[in-house]
């Protein structure tokens, strides 16, 4: 049995992007920020991440810009950024992606502003969903440490070559301090190989990067990407397979299940909630009520196979969304649920939830009327297709 | 021609020789020869290193890349490059 010792969720990431062995490092830590890259200064100025090369750049955009130049040069690479600081980035996401150069950065997933919030939601990743990186999310902080190797072993796959964000829960799971397995480094010698790029910046001998496309040739270089994400809805689950063989701890591929397969009602969800749903489930199902959970740990590639197979038997779909797009008034899991659903002879009804924006808590009763709910329209059937299941109408 | 493309638009160098930007051009820039006092501020105003240095001193133009930017006709203190509408 591993040892576990009590740190703070920032720490058991910084220490497994510690243990991955990155080359380059750079860091701009805008407000609001983690502990992360803070705690990773550290090991770079003691020594403990070998001749980890740690830069303080002066905003996102400089820092991602970095990553892009280190990467091409074949180095493994990491950072870590969160909300504002990731829209600062949105630009040079797609020359990572374009580029095809497997940077990881972990974001700690907090709201956008305005108004001004420090707190969790999912807007700041799902904003970047259509920018070529791979997304995942973990539900703990172990999963999110865990999740760091996993992320490198997939996206450095020379038939994926694609950017990966891990994310993880601002705050709620970012500043929380809980007993973790912190990955052992010969473990992770074992489970990650090292970064050997087929193409790499070198003077020696030359190349560019990123070339000019015209339009003869565009949409094929989309296409290729496309083909890379396809390749890591595979390798997704390989390398959590893999992982489990070597750490001896699994949290889903793709996808995960909870009291999945006799559900009637499927609640759909990523990040910290999960936890608090499995709990609420745990009474529900004691009550005798078939209710089962759906965890999308892969939203891009998102795994529509995947998720069409783990929901056909259901009476009711509920996606619970931590974001919204304003002008549909739904969230990006209801949305992409919805989506998938279309075309196949699965007509189940989809009632979409957003909830826990800007840091609300999310406490069990919430879930417990989400249920309540779809109870209700399993019978009588949807009239609101999407809303907002914690709004204050006292305020409004 | 087609040859497959790399992920991430990689290329070796050289690449941009092929696609002759000659081609772009409006204007043509028309060299005379006869006004010419070989100062070669054309050569090091050039944009895209297409006024070429002949063996007797003077110059010539690699119309194969001249954009017909105009710039060695505006740079030349003599009037020696005289950008003419070009038809094609
Ligand atoms: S027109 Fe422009 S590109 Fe052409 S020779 Fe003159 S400076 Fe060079
Ligand atoms: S700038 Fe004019 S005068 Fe000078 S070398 Fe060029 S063409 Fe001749």
Redesign the pocket.
């Known amino acids: 049995m591993s040892k576990l010792t009590v740190v703070e969720g920032s720490y058991a990431v910084a220490h497994a992007a510690k243990v991955c062995r990155p080359d380059v490092i750079p860091a701009y830590p805008i407000t609001p920020q983690t502990h992360i890259v803070e705690e990773l200064s550290k090991f770079a100025a003691n020594g403990e991440i070998g001749a980890c090369e740690y830069i303080t750049v002066e905003s996102e955009f400089s820092a991602i810009s970095a990553l892009i130049g280190a990467c091409a040069a074949g180095a493994r690479t990491y950072s870590a950024t969160t909300s504002q600081g990731l829209a600062l980035m949105h630009e040079v996401l797609f020359n990572a992606s374009g580029m095809r150069l497997p940077l990881v950065m972990t974001v700690a997933n907090r709201a956008m502003s305005a108004p001004l919030s420090i707190w969790n939601d999912h807007q700041d990743s799902i904003a970047q969903r259509d920018t070529g990186w791979i997304q995942l999310y973990a539900e703990d902080p172990q999963e999110a440490a865990d999740m760091t190797p996993q992320v490198y072993k997939i996206c450095e796959d020379n038939k994926i070559m694609l950017p990966a964000m891990a994310c993880f829960d601002g705050f709620i799971l970012t500043h929380v301090y809980e007993p973790v397995v912190l990955l052992e480094q010969d473990l992770t010698d074992e489970f990650l190989p090292p970064f050997a790029p087929e193409h790499i910046l070198d003077p020696s001998n030359p190349k560019t990067f990123g070339a000019f496309a015209d339009p003869g040739v565009y949409s094929e270089f989309r296409y290729m990407q496309e083909l890379g994400m396809s390749a890591a809805l595979k390798k997704i689950e390989t390398v959590a397979d893999e992982f489990n063989e070597i750490y001896g701890r699994y949290y889903g591929g793709l996808i995960d299940g909870y009291y999945l397969d006799d559900a009637e009602i499927v609640l759909v969800a990523m990040g910290s909630v999960i936890g608090t749903i499995k709990d609420v489930l745990d009474e529900l199902r004691a009550e005798g009520k078939k209710v089962g959970l759906l965890k999308i740990r892969s939203f891009r590639p998102f795994p529509t196979d995947a998720i069409r197979n783990a929901v056909k038997n259901a009476a009711i779909i509920v996606p619970l969304d931590k974001s919204i797009s304003i002008g549909k008034y739904e969230g990006a899991l209801c949305t992409e649920i919805k989506a998938s659903l279309y075309n196949t002879k699965i007509d189940i009804p989809v009632l979409g939830y957003m909830f826990g924006h800007g840091g609300r808590d999310i406490p069990p009763e919430r879930i417990k009327k989400i249920v309540s709910e779809a109870e209700k329209a399993i019978v009588n059937g949807i009239t609101i297709e999407s809303s907002y299941v914690d709004l204050r109408e006292e305020l409004l | 021609m087609s040859s497959k493309l790399c992920i991430g638009g990689i290329v070796e160098p050289g690449s941009t020789v092929i696609n002759k930007t000659g081609s772009w051009r409006t204007f043509k820039?028309i060299y005379q020869k006869e006004k010419c006092i070989k100062c070669g501020i054309?050569e090091l105003?050039?944009?895209?290193n297409?006024?070429i240095k002949t063996e007797d001193g003077y110059y010539e133009?690699d119309y194969d890349y001249?954009?017909?930017?105009?710039?060695?006709?505006n740079e030349c203190p003599r009037e020696t490059?005289e950008m003419v509408l070009e038809e094609k």
């Open positions: 820039p054309c105003s050039c944009p895209e297409c006024i133009i001249c954009k017909g930017c105009g710039i060695c006709s490059i």
